[in-house]
């Protein structure tokens, strides 16, 4: 049972190549009768895409997307939506020199091994550009949850040593997209991009954290005792290429806690039964409470550098590989639609395995 | 679709509430002709079990499995694997002055919203009494593991603001197990330990982290894009009870390193492809790449306290809840075989499925 | 990924063999809340009960069903349902003799190719006695239609060479409970019952057609492409024992009619839209239209005959099969509240599945 | 959970309806390093392709598949497999009048009331130009047969009333590719193609039974208790559009045998162990046991005639259908390639499952 598909009612299929003819997907589960957005879609596009700002790769993609089917006069029908995005600005050759030798921390020893075949090209299918059929699929989840009041909000938190030292309650949210760097801090930012212009100039990657933080979503998603909400969470976020960590709620800081300060009691507000405290992070035995769900997730520095590195070739050799050419000196920025994006597929995926209890 | 299942070839479906005549399973999907080491078994279940120390609850559990189909002449045959295990002591009426109330940070609330109905007694289903059936699992795929080399060792490296400040590399492993708080370090186990005396005195809880370290996994094993090896692991792992944080390899830490420091270079090394570091922590692109593979795991303090906390019951009266009786001040040292038990299963399953590329 | 899970929303895995210490098995995502009535429960299990007549084997089982989870109070929790039903009146040494031997048309052989090891006790796994496990879903699945208005009735329309020759408009299905044989005609069921007799003084056996009519399912229910309703109803039926052939509505009959004959127009009855005619079985484009649903099912005479056959055994001699004792001459009666059970679980699963479409 | 995947470790999933701008699939979990012969894929193709002869519909499809990913020089890599069929020949205005109304026994109806949208276009997602995907898939999953030595073959047995009065052991099947009703028997093909140019004359349709047989599978294929190989094929074959019913060997002319006739005795051929007859159709318990599996299916006489029709609209009003255009008379010989394709897919998915269990 290969990889390729996520979620299980609200289900997204990917495929495609850094260099092949077009990357994409199908949907399988989406309700019938969603209006489909187009302007809404190609802006989350254009947040992920390459070359948006002078901190990212500048390799153009023009990242539009076609429907080949499952809409009809702009409607999902109940049928697979199935969509491609054309892969354009392929300097394949630009990898002829990598195509023997396994770059380091990237995938190329790994798939070469395990398939016994390996299309170097760009990374092939471990190339990010997939994750571009993520943020399509994530658009339309979003359509379905806005319709359903659920909102979904991720910003940059930390990019290598400059950290955003306030929690997400504090910070006016909206300001993150007014930035290349999406930190809704307009000092933290300025310093964030300094950061990355600087290992940009080195050659040099650097890592970086991600909050992110859904509103309004109903008590009872998440299906105990091994789809918990944050587990499925968990995974959707770990499948994304180079994170590294994954904490809900309180996370790893719950640790120096004692149970009687971390606890959450639970109190009238509105006549309605919500927690004093948010440490559990919304999500209470698996399934969420209705309090607000934020999670945190931790991307190393991106692989690929200008520096030169040790490797070895495929005939076993031992090389000194140099990389020359494009380069994304911080994928944390663009990446924070592709994590809103999967988080969106796992609310929606949840929202209808819900329905199993409505009576 | 309900979440009781778990692996996709190597699949565990696992049943009952904290007070049912028992809890138990299926494990559908392994390999048949498997001999099933009944002592091995025990000694499994016996490293989850409450009472087995001073420092856990005093809840006496048997927790004597029972197998009633699968095996013939105590090898597995290729059919379901189906077991159970009895409740004993069960003092349900310990339940009666919480059936109306719902536990701060327990699921007392969530199970009620969602189900419309709540099984009250010890948490019914929400009980991390369902983890037992999960070593038994575990213990199986375990068996099956070592049959191929690949060894699994968890422990405990934080407990409170007690902290084991070494790296795997540095520590004899075999130590864990010779304390009962599993900490393969003398002096800081018993700095835990009194940690753990001094929260349990003052009916207070603490959370900690586990180390988990899988040895000898051979290349190749995690299916991209989803289902990545660390995104499976990761699931797994955040599935466990009181579990609020996740990270592989290098993990959060890699943040604040460059890609010229974290990036693991190729290296020669008895003629075969190896890396110089691992912060990849054994995993390329989602596949193991034959290192060590090891993340670490974070636990919240226990949510039943012995202090008074405020909470409302279900008629929506806010009212002062007073827990008595038995307590678990930290159930980190018995979660260790369950951290084990999961990652046993996670690589069972990809062990399985990686099998359709073998020619 | 082995097989021993049905369903998707509705998902019932089972286990146990012939002989070991129980068959049962676990009901996951059954909604909360529903009563289970533990009568209907045991009179659906009494209707599969070996020696409940003159024409079934005479072995004897209690079919006492155990819950062991997923109920409080009687009523689901949705947590999952398990339960156990113990074997009892196993006779293991009536086996010993063929312990080596590959009965005729029966699994040995190919359980012991497959799996490399074989439970032969009672044909272990490859048992009817495996499908006791699904009445029991079955049971709780029916009472979950009772509750959408949805009714299921199978029986018997033909024993060897003696049929029903009338559709099950003109008959009343009341009847078919009312005779050991369960067909709806007074005159034929005799015939019927005769020829069963016959067949067992000559230590041989019968096969058989039952007709499954299942009236007031809602329009909507199946999913296309690949998961057309009245596929999903094949493939249940297909699973059952013995079954060698199912047609949904016409059936084969299809064949000799022309287009202009057998399509069925749509009229308005009632003010509702109807078709005048049926042939589709209640399903078009795999998806129930509201008309009755109905199908029959092929059983083939049962593997087990007291008469001398040749076979081989496991060392490759060619040996004489001579089997004793208890015999069933005909499975197809008892194997009515099997279908019916099968139906039951398709359009509960299928029932919860049409549920995303729901606004 | 919508129904357009197909498999559990050869997954098929498509998409497409008839007059959007293409069809197409994912295939995920295709073992790597096959070498993909464009050639046979077109031809394949072209077999199934409208307007090839002179008695099917005359529209005409290019039916020009174009991969989008998953090779790499020609071999497969185990990355999802996409490809897409662009649709051409559309004449959308000739579905106009249609729009609102139920054509009989089409999916109309159920399409509308269940999505509350329908895309009225040629039948939308219900056509079978859906199919086309199915025969790219079977194409690449007999490839792969090939290499194991299975070969999977099927012919028209029946056309209305002319029948084909032999079973396949009499005939030589490789004249099937050579008339264009593809039936194994000259004189009959010439009756069937008579039969079917009357029908087309009178603007009405006729069904027809395929015969299957699939040769050399290895002993083991089929997981018990609810994936019994036959159970699968039965689905895969019922969710063909126009498919009325299924058997596996002998079928519904089982009922009319005794036990002692039916059974399959075991004899040593060449010293394997074989069986004398084998009206089990090669699989037993539901697991291949090596002899050729052979199963018919029965379709139905196409729902689109060109006679007039009592309908009812979208608004409940009475209605005459009078359709003009385009007409299949009989599908059946175009459904032959699709028929093996869905066998390849099931005999290929059940050959990486059966890996399990070799050590």
Same mark, same amino acid.
Do not use: W
């Given at each position: 049972?290969?990889?390729?598909?996520?979620?299980?009612?609200?289900?997204?299929?990917?495929?495609?190549?850094?260099?092949?003819?077009?990357?994409?997907?199908?949907?399988?589960?989406?309700?019938?009768?969603? /209006? !489909?957005?187009?302007?809404?879609?190609?802006?989350?596009?254009?947040?992920?895409?390459?070359?948006?700002?002078?901190?990212?790769?500048?390799?153009?993609?023009?990242?539009? @997307?076609?429907?080949?089917?499952? /809409?009809?006069?702009?409607?999902?029908?109940?049928?697979?939506?199935?969509? !491609?995005?054309?892969?354009?600005?392929?300097?394949?050759?630009?990898?002829a020199d990598i195509k023997n030798v396994y770059r380091p921390s990237h995938a190329d020893f790994t798939y070469e091994k395990k398939y016994g075949i390996r299309d170097y090209r760009g990374g092939g299918r471990?190339?990010?550009?997939?994750?571009?059929?993520?943020?399509?699929?994530?658009?339309?989840?979003?359509?379905?949850?806005?319709?359903?009041?659920?909102?979904?909000?991720?910003y940059v938190s930390q990019i290598g040593n400059i950290k955003l030292n306030k929690a997400y309650q504090e910070l006016d949210l909206n300001i993150a997209e007014q930035n290349i760097v999406r930190c809704p801090?307009?000092?933290?930012?300025?310093?964030? !991009?300094?950061?990355?212009?600087? =290992?940009?100039?080195?050659?040099?990657?650097?890592?970086?954290?991600?909050?992110?933080?859904?509103?309004?979503?109903?008590?009872?998603?998440?299906?105990?005792?091994?789809?918990?909400?944050?587990?499925?969470?968990?995974? =959707?976020?770990?499948?994304?290429?180079?994170?590294?960590?994954?904490?809900?709620?309180?996370?790893?800081?719950?640790?120096?806690?004692?149970?009687?300060?971390?606890?959450?009691?639970?109190?009238?507000?509105?006549?309605?039964?919500?927690?004093?405290?948010?440490?559990?992070?919304?999500?209470?035995?698996?399934?969420? &409470?209705?309090?607000?769900?934020?999670? &945190?997730?931790?991307?190393?520095?991106?692989?690929?550098? /200008?520096?030169?590195?040790?490797?070895?070739? &495929?005939?076993?050799?031992?090389?000194?590989?140099? @990389?020359?050419?494009?380069?994304?000196?911080?994928?944390?920025?663009?990446?924070?639609? !592709?994590?809103?994006?999967?988080?969106?597929? @796992?609310?929606?995926?949840?929202?209808?395995? &819900?329905?199993?209890?409505?009576?």
């Amino acid at each position: 049972m290969a990889g390729n598909s996520f979620g299980q009612l609200f289900k997204l299929t990917t495929f495609g190549e850094s260099h092949g003819l077009a990357i994409g997907g199908i949907i399988d589960g989406c309700p019938s009768n969603l /209006l !489909i957005d187009a302007n809404f879609l190609q802006q989350e596009m254009d947040r992920r895409k390459p070359g948006q700002s002078s901190i990212t790769t500048q390799r153009k993609e023009s990242d539009q @997307v076609e429907f080949l089917s499952g /809409l009809f006069e702009q409607k999902t029908t109940g049928a697979p939506i199935a969509f !491609i995005i054309k892969n354009s600005d392929i300097r394949s050759q630009d990898y002829a020199d990598i195509k023997n030798v396994y770059r380091p921390s990237h995938a190329d020893f790994t798939y070469e091994k395990k398939y016994g075949i390996r299309d170097y090209r760009g990374g092939g299918r471990s190339s990010a550009r997939e994750t571009a059929a993520r943020v399509v699929a994530g658009a339309i989840a979003k359509l379905l949850l806005q319709k359903n009041s659920v909102s979904i909000q991720a910003y940059v938190s930390q990019i290598g040593n400059i950290k955003l030292n306030k929690a997400y309650q504090e910070l006016d949210l909206n300001i993150a997209e007014q930035n290349i760097v999406r930190c809704p801090d307009a000092q933290k930012s300025n310093e964030m !991009i300094a950061e990355i212009e600087q =290992a940009k100039k080195e050659g040099d990657s650097l890592g970086g954290i991600i909050t992110c933080i859904i509103k309004n979503t109903p008590v009872g998603l998440g299906e105990p005792v091994f789809d918990k909400l944050h587990a499925d969470l968990g995974k =959707a976020m770990l499948s994304i290429n180079a994170v590294k960590g994954f904490e809900i709620g309180s996370g790893f800081s719950a640790i120096s806690m004692k149970g009687s300060e971390h606890n959450d009691e639970f109190v009238l507000k509105n006549k309605q039964v919500k927690t004093k405290t948010n440490y559990s992070g919304g999500i209470q035995g698996g399934i969420s &409470n209705g309090e607000d769900i934020y999670f &945190n997730i931790a991307f190393k520095p991106t692989s690929t550098i /200008l520096q030169p590195q040790h490797s070895i070739d &495929n005939t076993g050799k031992e090389v000194m590989l140099e @990389v020359s050419g494009r380069h994304d000196p911080c994928v944390v920025p663009r990446a924070v639609v !592709i994590v809103e994006a999967m988080a969106a597929l @796992v609310i929606t995926d949840h929202f209808l395995r &819900n329905k199993i209890y409505s009576t």
